[in-house]
């Protein structure tokens, strides 16, 4: 079946690092943009970077910019965000989807994309 899979969250003091992945399986990831949304409690989802399923053009949010990196391995079928610098206000859940696109400087999710059901990433010392 068509699934994507996140892993790599948990607790972390601020200032620290962790590597998240999206694993996809059922289908080649390399053929869709990926993205990375996060939603906290309390406040509206944000998208959080992408990359792209051709030229490997990359997106990122300017509150992450600098911190987060987007990469893909398609051998694996896997796409990577890892975050340094973490802050307490990166704490939420982060989830993967397919079928994104950066329209007006903002990641929008595909209304028939794929999604991940998400890993938790807690920043707090």
């Known amino acids: 079946q068509v699934q994507l899979v996140e892993s790599g969250g948990g607790l972390v003091q601020p200032g620290g690092s962790l590597r998240l992945s999206c694993a996809a399986s059922g289908f080649t990831l390399d053929y869709y943009a990926i993205g990375w949304f996060r939603q906290a409690p309390g406040k509206e989802r944000e998208g959080v970077s992408c990359i792209s399923s051709s030229d490997g053009s990359t997106y990122y949010a300017d509150s992450v910019k600098g911190r987060f990196t987007i990469s893909r391995d398609n051998a694996k079928n896997t796409v990577y965000l890892q975050m340094n610098s973490l802050k307490p206000e990166d704490t939420a859940v982060y989830y993967c989807?397919?079928?994104?696109?950066?329209?007006?400087?903002?990641?929008?999710?595909?209304?028939?994309?794929?999604w991940g059901q998400g890993t938790q990433v807690t920043v707090s010392s």
């Open positions: 989807a397919t079928e994104v696109t950066v329209v007006a400087g903002k990641l929008i999710p595909g209304q028939f994309g794929y």
